[in-house]
């Protein structure tokens, strides 16, 4: 048997043409936006783009508030944004340090955060 070209060949080309990306459905042009503008609003019904930034959430590179009908904001945990509805819109924002010392902390709770000599 004779094959088609002279190399071997283990990709299968798909019939149809190919969509192009959009930026704003890529997790990486979501982040990039975010950390740039510091927040993004994202309207209720956007289901792709709550998808992703939830993704981005899992992994500490974004942090959800869910918008309520009054105007405050409510943090989401990544588990809650998850199952959250698409009633209300979202505003993704980029995360401040997991581990932020406050002043205004007490020296107790200051403490638990020291660095230990080895």
Same mark, same amino acid.
């Given at each position: ?16 043409? &190919?969509?192009? *990306? ?11 936006? *975010? ?13 792709? !783009?709550?998808?992703?930034? !939830? &993704? /981005?959430?899992?992994?500490?590179? *974004? ?8 105007? !405050?904001?409510?943090? /989401? ?11 209300? @819109?979202?505003? *993704?924002?980029? @995360? !401040?340090?997991?581990? &932020? ?14 660095? /230990?000599?080895?």
């Amino acid at each position: 048997m004779e094959s088609r070209s002279s190399q071997p060949t283990n990709v299968i080309r798909f019939p149809g043409a &190919r969509s192009s *990306v959009n930026p704003h459905r890529d997790q990486r042009s979501l982040m990039d936006a *975010v950390y740039a503008a510091g927040s993004l609003p994202i309207e209720a019904g956007d289901h792709a !783009t709550k998808v992703m930034a !939830t &993704r /981005l959430t899992i992994f500490g590179f *974004v942090v959800i508030d869910e918008m309520q009908a009054d105007g !405050t904001a409510r943090r /989401l945990r990544p588990s809650e944004a998850i199952h959250a509805s698409m009633a209300c @819109p979202w505003r *993704v924002s980029k @995360p !401040t340090s997991r581990y &932020r010392i406050d002043d205004e902390w007490s020296k107790s709770d200051s403490e638990l955060f020291a660095a /230990l000599q080895a």
